[in-house]
């Protein structure tokens, strides 16, 4: 819980930075979240994709993180990441978001796969602050 709360007020200060960047659309919002995590050394890698839902009501983000190794300590960073992502898209989209999440790690490496729901009716544009 402690990790996940960590990464909650990450990705509120990922987002604060977001908006001062100037960042206004979800595909700038998307780089500008992968170029953070990689950029404090949270993700060796990390690409996100945008897809359509199958229900048509809403889309999905994709977000798939690779860390630089495997360690018993690991499945922290699952929750941070996890607390990041739900904490920026939540603010990012000025509501609600379901988030899924998938550990792919195994004994060599961590992968982690996350999808963020987010409903068509939703603006996607950042607070003014």
């Avoid at 897809?51 to 889309?59: E, P």
């Avoid at 994709?62 to 603010?91: K, M, T």
């Avoid at 992968?111 to 996607?124: A, H, L, N, Q, T």
């Amino acid at each position: 819980m402690v990790a996940y709360s960590l990464g909650r007020g990450l990705g509120e200060c990922f987002y604060k930075l977001a908006v001062k960047q100037g960042v206004k659309d979800l595909k700038a919002a998307n780089a500008f979240l992968a170029w953070a995590m990689k950029r404090l050394r949270l993700a060796k890698d990390a690409a996100i994709f945008v897809m359509k839902s199958r229900d048509d009501l809403s889309f999905e983000v994709l977000v798939r993180i690779a860390s630089s190794g495997r360690s018993e300590r690991s499945d922290i960073f699952f929750y941070i990441l996890r607390g990041i992502i739900f904490q920026f898209y939540s603010l990012f989209t000025l509501g609600a978001i379901r988030i899924s999440s998938l550990n792919r790690s195994n004994s060599l490496k961590s992968c982690y796969e996350y999808i963020v729901k987010i409903s068509k009716d939703r603006e996607v544009m950042p607070l003014d602050e």
